[in-house]
């Protein structure tokens, strides 16, 4: 049974990310960012950020009477355009691409190494030892500084056995093998199938991204590192950048939601660590 605080508590949810009652369950992702709305409210002035000029944030930096009260937005936008370059964002806020891989987020890295320190003042999620895979910081920076689906694959070097045979059938059947090595010399330089699907992975590594057939694009991204980037289904709709909706009621906090949401605070502070 409902209680009266449950159900206030999933009301206040329901506002702040615009979830119809026809929805009967909450989603897992709104409950946890719901107990993170002071991390979202950063996230969302991020996005105002990213889509204003550069003349705009040296604007707001120059009003500040003091260093301590200077917002950096400066700073912020150098990083949050090379994040929209990566990703191919416009207004308003719209992503061209979703799959990110290693050879696109060169010059996010270049800026992080450059402004470490301060991007870790301005609490974007860098964490010591990030250099040594960039890619899980540049997925958190994605989740919590402009709240968005990230998901990190490790990929595997060769494929599963499916996704081999899956690959080897294209190459035979629009005869790129032929193509490559002779009608009838194929079969003798490729005649095992561990030669067949190297000779695919050789061959799509070595070609543009944008070339690559979609049998080519879905084996290249079953075998290399990259994050998919996605909005989520319910975007928070709070973002009023003066801060007037930025605090739920949070007083009336059922006891279990209470202890879910700071298990899942927890947890996302240990991966970061």
């Known amino acids: 049974m409902t209680t009266a605080k449950e159900y206030e508590l999933s009301h206040k949810m329901r506002q702040e990310f615009g979830i119809p009652d026809n929805v009967v369950e909450i ?3 709104v409950i946890e960012r719901f107990f993170k709305l002071h991390i979202l409210k950063d996230a969302y002035v991020n996005r105002e950020i990213m889509l204003m000029s550069m003349s705009e944030c040296i604007a707001i930096d120059d009003e500040a009477k003091s260093h301590a009260d200077k917002k950096h937005y400066v700073i912020k936008k150098v990083l949050l355009d090379a994040i929209r370059n990566m990703l191919g964002i416009k207004y308003p806020f719209k992503m061209g691409k979703n799959i990110i891989f290693k050879k696109d987020f060169s010059t996010v ?44 694959k490790v990929g595997t070097k060769n494929g599963t056995k499916k996704e081999q045979k899956e690959i080897v059938e294209h190459y035979k059947s629009a005869k790129i093998f032929q193509d490559a090595l002779g009608i009838g010399v194929w079969t003798k330089e490729l005649s095992s199938h561990t030669k067949r699907y190297k000779f695919c992975r050789e061959d799509i590594s070595n070609k543009p991204f944008k070339e690559l057939t979609p049998e080519q694009r879905q084996y290249y991204i079953a075998i290399t590192p990259h994050i998919e980037v996605e909005k989520w289904k319910y975007d928070w709709q709070g973002k009023n950048i003066d801060g007037e909706n930025f605090s739920p009621n949070i007083e009336v906090l059922e006891k279990k939601f209470s202890q879910q ?3 899942l605070a927890q947890q996302d502070f240990g991966e970061q660590q």
């Open 109 to 152: 890295v270049k800026v992080i190494k450059e402004n470490e320190k301060l991007l870790k003042e301005l609490e974007f999620p860098i964490s010591a030892k990030w250099h040594k895979n960039p890619m899980l910081t540049i997925k958190k920076i994605l989740q919590w500084s402009l709240d968005l689906r990230a998901d990190y």
């Open 27 to 29: 989603p897992d992702d």
């Open 261 to 263: 949401g700071t298990k």
